[in-house]
């Protein structure tokens, strides 16, 4: 069984200039914040405020950060209090997916209990591949983004291989590579399907290792499919798309971790969208605006809330 290794992953985006890329948070125009306790004991720069920098998950710290199934059972438990952070087992992740597609084609099309793909993709529900590139597919408190690529079992660490990946991201690229013959339409589609799929997350390192999942993901299906690694420009172009797709925010206040709506955006904060007051404001230091994501469609930025609109 080989296992995962996101330090090795974090050394390669790191030698190709992308690491620092994919640590920036769109809403604060800073970095993605640590947002766990579970790194206090290395000093105040682990707190739960503070940025994750480069310099501080690299060198001579670069085992910090891991996937789910190489930390400490110790921290696996205190998390899963503290957060309500579990994991999904792959057949699960397969299963629901499947639900998703069984929406757009029929059954005999989809993946199967083992994750093992079928035959070729066949619409014939009046849908083209290109819509289906297209849709758009969110993975809400994604952790790793299991449901979103399928690069390992979250379980056990065990890397998956290509050809048996089941994520919602895994089955677009499987699409665009079935119905594509040239390396630059390839691309050009596959930038589609990264800019139609979302998720969020509120610890930083899942966070991380989750924009990690979806950058190796990118890499390996163009090695896989060309024998080439993507154009430098194209990776920094996915590297923005991960940055603005997979972003962090508290779900309930709409913000970043730790943080409540500012005043004017009061009205668009969860607990009034259901109707209800939501909870008094603190000082203004403890207020953020809501989180932004990106409208790739219309071109523009927006908050969350607006895009459930």
Known sequence: MILINIQDDIIKLQSMGLLDKILVDRTTQKNIMWATDAYDYLGNAYSRNEQILSSLITNENIGIIKSRARKAFE??????????????????????????????FGRNNVFNIDGIPTNQVVFDNGLSWEEYVYSKRLEITCGEAPYLV???????????SITDR????????????ENTNTYEDWIA??????????????????????????????????????????DIKDLRTVAKII?????????ITGTIPFKKAKEQDK?????????MDSEPHESEENTQPLCRIFDWRSNKSLTFWEKEE
Request: proline fraction near 2%; include cysteine.
């Open 75 to 104: 921290q696996q438990s205190k998390r899963t209090r503290q957060r309500a952070e579990v994991f999904t087992p792959l057949w699960v992740c397969n299963l629901m997916n499947n639900s998703v597609d069984d929406q757009w």
């Open 150 to 160: 399928s690069r390992y079992d979250v379980a056990t660490g065990e890397i998956i």
């Open 166 to 177: 089941i994520g919602m991201l895994d089955r677009k690229i499987r699409v665009v590579t």
């Open 189 to 230: 589609w596959v930038i589609k399907a990264f800019q139609s799929t979302y998720g969020y997350e509120f610890q930083g390192d899942n966070l991380l290792i989750a924009r990690v999942n979806l950058m190796m993901t990118f890499i390996e299906y163009c090695e896989n499919t060309w024998h080439r690694m993507p």
């Open 243 to 251: 940055t603005w797709n997979i972003w962090q925010m508290d779900g």
């Open 267 to 275: 009205q668009l904060d969860f607990f009034s969208l259901m109707g």
